[in-house]
């Protein structure tokens, strides 16, 4: 599929019109803003501004947040406008966190992931004890504390809401590499999460097996693209696999 029309798909359904668990959608003249309801942080997801309404709005949109004490990020992507986007969001305090490739697959035309054989130590986490060892993994390579990821992951697992696949691979009854997908209801997408390996078991083919696992999963529940916000890092490590980058997204905080 041609990459303007993958994009096209890709901001109507996953910027525009999605619906997160969890999160209160509302949609303003220039913006679709989404609330949550666990107390953790809100989003922006679309904006559509121009130069005369830009500071306005982002005004506007701090007022909200800050009515009901609720920080939030404010996703910017390189086709959004105006073109000062950032720099606009910049000046009203919002911390600008490193550039993220937008990367998608059409499932349908990835033979390679289809047909790949998996590793047979990765497993489907379906408990809390599972997403503890995921966090305690995550915890150990970033060495930043994941209780909140945690506790999401859990509360959405128990929700059997049938859209949240988790995956570990296990030695010695220890989780080394894990990885997670959001099958996004109402799209055409699943969303893949995580893809973290101890250093001692990289390049051992299990970042590609949680890949192949995701997208066998989604195929076969009638999803047809896979959307990863790709490091630097893993960008060429995904086009390698079939991904293709459809843009570039920027995450901005809001001010403390």
Known sequence: MERKIMLNIFTKELRKDIHYPGWKREETPYTVRHISEH?????????????????????DELNFFNSINQPFEWKVFDYDQPENLIEA????????ENKEALMVLDIEESTELLSYEFSPNIFQITDEKGIRDLM?????????????????????????????????????GKAVSGAWMYLERGT???????????????????????????????????????????????????????????????????PK
């Open 39 to 59: 107390n953790e942080h809100g989003f922006v997801l679309f904006s559509n501004l121009n130069k005369q309404n830009i500071h306005s709005v982002i005004q």
């Open 89 to 96: 969001l910049t000046e009203y305090g919002f911390e600008v």
């Open 136 to 172: 305690e993994l995550e915890g150990k390579i970033w060495k930043t504390d994941h209780q909140e990821l945690g506790d999401r992951l859990i509360r959405d697992l128990k929700a059997n809401d049938g859209n949240l696949y988790i995956y570990a691979s296990y030695v010695d």
């Open 188 to 254: 055409s997408f699943g969303s893949l999460w995580g893809g973290s390996t101890l250093p001692e078991f990289r390049g051992k083919g299990l970042y590609t097996s949680l890949i192949a696992i995701r997208a066998q999963k989604a195929r076969e529940l009638g999803y047809r693209f896979l959307t990863v916000d790709a490091s630097p890092m893993s960008q060429p490590i995904l086009e390698n696999k079939g991904f293709k980058c459809l843009a570039y997204s920027t995450p901005c905080q809001s």
